[in-house]
């Protein structure tokens, strides 16, 4: 694989894990106890903590990344089993 390949394939992951790690620890001005200034969403979050929330969208994504890292270069899951799997390819018994 090109090192442009597993670049985007990166990427791709790491957007996903960002999406999967946003929710996580988020608190509302009501589950804060704290009033809620006039134009401003009740359920905004108070505290954002997207530093610590992009550090672990990383770990997630390099480990997901290098799992299927291993998988592709040691071939344990190959296209034709996926296609099996999914039920495009049909053997004869």
Known sequence: MAWST???????I???A?????????RNAA?????VEPGNDPGAPTVVALKAKLIWTTIVASVL??????????K???LEELATLW?????PN
């Not at 960002?18 to 620890?25: A, E, H, M, N, T």
Request: glycine share 8%; charged share 10%.
């Open 76 to 78: 344990l899951i190959t």
């Open 65 to 74: 990344f290098a799992i299927f890292w291993v998988i592709y270069v040691y």
């Open 6 to 12: 597993a670049a985007a394939i990166y990427f791709i």
């Open 14 to 16: 790491w957007w996903l």
């Open 31 to 35: 589950e804060e106890g704290v009033d």
């Open 18 to 26: 960002l999406f999967l790690v946003l929710p996580f620890g988020v």
């Open 87 to 91: 039920g495009l390819i049909k053997y």
